[in-house]
């Protein structure tokens, strides 16, 4: 069974970081684009960041670039996404994705919290 595993979400206030990992089992993804979306309240769920399978090209909301960032562990089927100077717009659920073989998975998200 695929699984797509978010942690390292919490509270944090404005300014602050955290690191969010996501850990894959059941198939590897090494040869897989692996991204990061994420979904605040009463919004529809947006793209936040997106790494290809080897980690050498990222690319990132424009809302978050600078601030973010995308890795990968593909030894570890883990990829991380740090997030510092956090904002308060920046609170949401944050969901790890991948596609494969023409379908989606996704984790089952972690809550980020940025109090102003």
């Known amino acids: 069974q695929v699984q797509l595993v978010e942690s390292g979400g919490g509270l944090v206030q404005a300014g602050g970081s955290l690191r969010l990992s996501c850990a894959t089992s059941?198939?590897?993804?090494?040869?897989?684009?692996m991204g990061w979306f994420r979904q605040a309240p009463g919004k529809e769920r947006e793209f936040v960041a997106t790494i290809n399978w080897s980690g050498g090209s990222a690319y990132y909301a424009d809302s978050v670039k600078d601030r973010f960032t995308i890795s990968r562990e593909n030894a570890r089927n883990t990829v991380y996404l740090q997030m510092n100077s956090l904002k308060p717009e920046d609170t949401a659920v944050y969901y790890c994705?991948?596609?494969?073989?023409?379908?989606?998975?996704w984790g089952q998200g972690t809550q980020v919290t940025v109090s102003s």
């Open positions: 059941g198939r590897t993804f090494s040869r897989n684009p």
């Open positions: 994705n991948t596609r494969a073989g023409g379908l989606d998975y």
